[in-house]
């Protein structure tokens, strides 16, 4: 997987960020903290596992379910949004509870295959989806990832997130 030198703070936030909106929209974060966020991840400046955990607590719950207290690796982290956090969304744990099958559909990591790269930016992939809720196989590759046809990858929200080996 393509995370030479990722710390465990910066890959979780590849998956977190596309989460931003939701938590500013339930008064979570303010507008002004998302933005925050998002500009210190894309200066590659430090955010702590503390602040990461005062923002998305749900989410450190349920690696701390899925691991124990050795879940704050890359790999950890990695396996799982790939292995787990479906799981939590179908059970119905926390907020998912109240989330509309859309908001349910659109939060789930998935597995994909790239079809074409456009600019570097878009992404057009193969997947199963579900054309009740998506129409579109295109997605961001917000993080520059090297991609080119035939590259798996994984998927959260409308954002590629990490490129299989």
């Known amino acids: 997987m393509e995370r030479i030198n990722m710390t465990a703070e910066e890959l979780f936030l590849r998956y977190a960020l596309p989460c931003l909106d939701d938590l500013c929209n339930i008064h979570k974060i303010?507008?002004?903290?998302?933005?925050?966020?998002?500009?210190?991840?894309?200066?590659?400046?430090?955010?702590?596992?503390?602040?990461?955990?005062?923002?998305?607590?749900?989410?450190?719950?349920?690696?701390?379910?899925?691991?124990g207290k050795d879940y704050w690796t890359p790999s950890k982290i990695s396996e799982y949004f790939r292995k787990y956090h479906d799981e939590f969304i179908d059970s119905g744990d926390g907020r998912y509870r109240e989330?509309?099958?859309?908001?349910?559909?659109?939060?789930?990591?998935?597995?994909?295959?790239?079809?074409?790269?456009?600019?570097?930016?878009?992404?057009?992939?193969?997947?199963?989806?579900?054309?009740?809720?998506?129409?579109?196989r295109l997605f961001f590759n917000k993080y520059q990832l090297e991609l080119k046809p035939g590259d798996k990858v994984i998927t959260h929200w409308r954002?590629?997130?990490?490129?299989?080996?």
């Open 159 to 165: 954002f590629v997130i990490e490129k299989l080996e």
């Open 30 to 67: 303010t507008p002004k903290k998302k933005d925050e966020i998002e500009q210190k991840f894309y200066a590659h400046e430090t955010i702590s596992k503390q602040e990461l955990e005062e923002i998305f607590p749900a989410a450190f719950r349920r690696m701390q379910e899925s691991f």
């Open 99 to 136: 989330a509309t099958e859309t908001i349910k559909y659109w939060c789930k990591v998935r597995e994909a295959v790239v079809d074409s790269v456009r600019d570097n930016c878009v992404v057009l992939l193969s997947y199963e989806h579900d054309p009740k809720f998506d129409s579109s």
